[in-house]
């Protein structure tokens, strides 16, 4: 009698809610119970979802309810904070962690549960729910999220178990932080396609019969129960092995949009009812082998494009190393260059000063101010003392440090933060844009085709099986993600083969950069310039052996190419260590050797007689002895690199160098076109002068060594470094290209256009497909089966188009 004094919504068994939280069926409980999992008019599965409604809602936070219908995940299985215990343990802190340096932390988790906007919504909002968290990033397609926190305020198992508390439980394998191997597809890809293969051969087996021609009427038993056993297969396939598409396409139409699964998700269901409707009335025999051949093809498609991209991915993250090099000490003083893949745990490196330091490791010698914006976004460099650990993509600041590294090199680190949306430009190429317009109308095309084609047949013909069949083929046979698949891969394949050839570029994005560029600028010093080849002579009073000490023990410092020059043209004498360090970047370096003070640099910034001298001066304790006169040696093929841009870019060439023009008659042949050399220029004219040809609507490129040129580099539309044996990585840069292949540079200018002509060639592919396919589909005559071979067939033709195509570009252009 109790229950009739309680209201309505009370009275209402809680097996008839829903959950406010994940929106999961809240399990059968007694009506006195139901207070229990309940919050004013809000109903909960589990204690779960209930205390995570609770922690929002105190926080302010109920926004995450209102962004998407069904946001939150169930709860009642979620790990104690028990499970995460192990965070606590220091070695395993140090493995996870990818920054520390005892006021901030940072650490990236793989969140599989994220799943809609609600959820990247809610976890850039941790700082509410963790007054230790000071920043929190989402990558959404990854599934990943970064968080920086204060270690004084919480710790790694406190945010993984805040995480977990709110349906987010971090997946955390520890064996994946050093040894790298590709990812295998998921499981539930497997179980998915495992269930279909099984159903889809028992279906054929059962519809053996209709296939050699047996009349249903005369076999009455037999065909309705081989039609009752294939509807039976097929039900499982429908609910689990097609559930992403026609959840994806059922989030779409939640919010108002029209993404690429709708169409599909209104042919399989359209071809699963259809056939249910004819094996239960008795009609016909139905479609469910062409439905279920229709999900296996799907899924198998799917297969065969994560594969495909992980190899990729998986070859540019972890095969394919940055071409920089880092200084190694073998011994007590002398040092070798070695390239960044060969380093190892124990290595002693030397980071100079503008270097980015590229494993973690400990700092062992020298007084270390590291800027770790490339890490954090916070560009106050930290003071390290002897024995601190230091960590991947800072950059020292001041005078060169010995570190011991502690891991090995992370490619897929390093190109991770390459890639933070700090370093970039924020805007797509042609291809993309026209690629991402081809999505947004192409599902409506789809539908108002497949609509148009029923009820023509329905209404004008009175054929409703001809309706149903055409409308049902018109939404399998489309495919738009023919056009969406040959951009990643086709340019993705390009970026692998780069690599291998210590070309280095960004992402696929810089690869239409390249084919739209109109200007092209170039660096003289260490980018046109051969430093290794280049002679050096000094002129005025012979350095005393006092001098040279200081000399060489201030440019050891530098990673200036012409530092570096007159640092090894001194390997007769020791090195100091200077008690102050500084470098002006367009300038030279100053510090105090041995209780002097020294410059070294140009003739202004010296105090030389005459400022407008060129060559690097030396000024010892206010006196200028002299200076080092270089002769420049150009890189082989410059001529041939300069007359290939010249033809391609339409905008100009141009070269900007920081010296005097005392080598202007040498490189006029270079650069015949009144204006096209500007000496003198400072980092800032360098940028100034990227911008003022931006303002004229050309897209530029830039060539530099990533020292006096960052600003510039950044700037520009491409940003390529050329390296050469130095460790001059820079974020701002959208390419790297070892110095040994700057004689390659039309050729990879050339694969990166021809990447795109490729791309541009798919979309035509994938225009005449689909032109062909819905022409024949709305008259009624394709085959639902055959429309379901054709559809994944083309995704996967458009594949194997751009990738086979972009590997016979780069032979032939090898060749």
Sequence with gaps: MAATTLAPAQATSASRHTC??????????????????????????????????????????????????????????????????????????????????????QVTFYLPQMHCVSCIWLLEHLYKLDEGVTHSRVNFLKKTATLQYDPERSSLRKLAALLASIGYAPEINLGDVDNAKPRVFSKKLAYQIGLVGFAFGNIMLFSFPEYVGMDPDTNRRFADVFGYMSLVLATPVLIFSARDYLVSAWNGLRTRYLNIDVPLALGILMLFGRSAWEILSHSGAGYLDSFAGLIFLLLTGKWFQQSTWQQLSFERDYKSYFPVAATVKTGTSEENTVPVNRLVPGDIIVVRSQEIIPADGILLRGSARIDYSFVTGESEPVAVTSGERVFAGGKQTGESIDISLTRRVSQSYLTRLWNDEAFQSGEKGYTTRLADRAGRYFTGLILGVGGAAFLYWWLLRGDMAAAVNAFTAVMIVACPCAVALAIPFTLGNIVRILGRHRFYVKNINVLEGIAATEAVIFDKTGTITNIAAQELAFIGRPLQYEERVAVRSLTRHSSHPLSRRIYESMADVQAEAPEQFEEISGRGVRGIVTGREVKVGSAEFTGAADPQQGGVFVAVDGEVPGHFEIKSR?????????????????????????????????????????????????????????????????????????????????????????????????????????????????????????????????FYIAVLYNIAGLSYAVTGGLSPLIAAVLMPLSSVTIVLFGVSMGNWMARRLKG
């Design 20 to 105: 406010f939280h994940c929106q999961e069926p809240c399990p059968p409980a007694r009506p006195d119970a139901l207070d229990h999992l309940r919050i004013d008019d809000k109903y909960f599965c589990c204690e779960g979802c209930k205390m995570v409604y609770e922690i929002l809602n105190t926080h302010d936070l109920c926004e995450y309810y209102r962004l998407d219908e069904k946001p939150g995940q169930s709860l009642k299985n979620r790990k104690d904070s028990k499970a995460y215990a192990y965070l606590d343990d220091a070695e395993v802190q140090e493995k996870l962690l990818e920054f520390n340096n005892g006021s901030m932390a």
């Design 634 to 762: 150009y890189r082989d093929g410059l001529k041939e690199v300069i007359d290939h841009f010249r033809a391609s870019a339409p905008g100009g060439v141009w070269l900007l160098s920081g010296d005097r023009d005392r080598e202007a008659a040498k490189l006029a042949p270079f650069f015949p076109e009144s204006g096209a050399m500007q000496f003198n220029s400072t980092p800032q004219d360098k940028l100034d002068f990227v911008r003022k040809l931006q303002r004229g609507g050309r897209h530029v490129m830039m060539l530099g060594d990533g020292l006096n040129d960052a600003g510039a580099l950044r700037q520009s539309d491409v940003g390529i470094v050329v390296a050469e044996n130095t460790n001059n990585f820079t974020p701002a840069c959208d390419a790297i290209v070892h110095a040994d292949e700057f004689s390659n540079l039309p050729k990879y200018m050339q694969l990166a256009r021809g990447g795109v002509q490729i791309v541009n060639r798919a």
